[in-house]
């Protein structure tokens, strides 16, 4: 019998906003995992410290700068 293959759609996640927000910061653990920090969360309770993935709408989202995610390479 063959087997569809499924693997590809269980592992992609719907894009989250947070990927290209300026608020964010990436935090890698030891062990390898991987969460996104919303830095205005220390200004305004509002936002979640680490919001559930994935985020498509957020009245906070400021789009990153090319050039700063460029700098960070």
């Given at each position: 019998?063959a087997r569809?293959?499924?693997?590809k759609?269980?592992?992609?996640?719907?894009?989250?906003l947070c990927?290209?927000?300026?608020?964010?910061?990436?935090i890698?653990?030891?062990?390898?995992?991987?969460?996104?920090?919303?830095?205005l969360?220390?200004?305004?309770?509002?936002?979640?410290?680490y919001?559930?993935?994935?985020?498509?709408?957020?009245?906070?989202?400021?789009?990153?700068?090319?050039?700063?995610?460029?700098?960070?390479?």
């Open positions: 019998m569809s293959d499924n693997s759609s269980r592992n992609t996640m719907t894009p989250s990927e290209t927000c300026a608020w964010m910061r990436e890698i653990t030891p062990k390898g995992s991987r969460f996104l920090l919303c830095q969360s220390k200004s305004d309770p509002a936002y979640p410290k919001p559930p993935q994935p985020i498509v709408r957020c009245g906070g989202y400021q789009r990153k700068d090319k050039n700063e995610d460029e700098l960070k390479q």
